[in-house]
């Protein structure tokens, strides 16, 4: 399995930023893939996460209603929609894969349950 995040970059407060998570080399269709972020001097924060098989979707409390992860299954990728950036925003942001123990399991935003991680994309939210 290999991920690979991109579409970071340096953008100003209140702006928004697509991030995309390229997905290789999976074998079976019930997986979740989640999205993380890791601020200097702070843990890796769980933001959130889609699983391939039915598209359910779980978001932290953080970035509810600013961030939406949407699945596009024709090009094996995984998006993250951000809108109205803040500076404590500013992180490397990574994208990881859950073998989910079973089909109907949720996704968790929980970083120890992921198996695969893609390098990280700097997010700088600056004016």
């Known amino acids: 399995v290999q991920l690979q995040a991109s579409g970071g970059g340096l953008v100003q407060p209140g702006g928004s930023l697509r991030l995309s998570c390229q997905v290789t080399?999976?074998?079976?269709?019930?997986?979740?893939i989640g999205w993380f972020r890791q601020a200097p001097g702070q843990e890796r924060e769980g933001l959130s996460c889609?699983?391939?098989?039915?598209?359910?979707?779980s978001y932290t409390d953080s970035v509810k209603g600013r961030f939406t992860i949407s699945r596009d299954y024709a090009n094996n990728m995984v998006h993250l929609q951000m809108n109205s950036l803040e500076p404590e925003d500013t992180a490397v942001y990574y994208c990881?894969?859950?073998?989910?123990?079973?089909?109907?399991?949720?996704?968790?935003?929980?970083?120890?349950?992921?198996?695969?991680w893609g390098q990280g994309t700097q997010v700088t939210v600056s004016s």
């Open positions: 990881a894969l859950d073998w989910i123990p079973r089909r109907w399991a949720p996704c968790r935003t929980v970083g120890a349950s992921y198996d695969s």
């Open positions: 080399g999976v074998t079976r269709d019930y997986y979740a």
């Open positions: 889609v699983k391939n098989n039915d598209g359910s979707t």
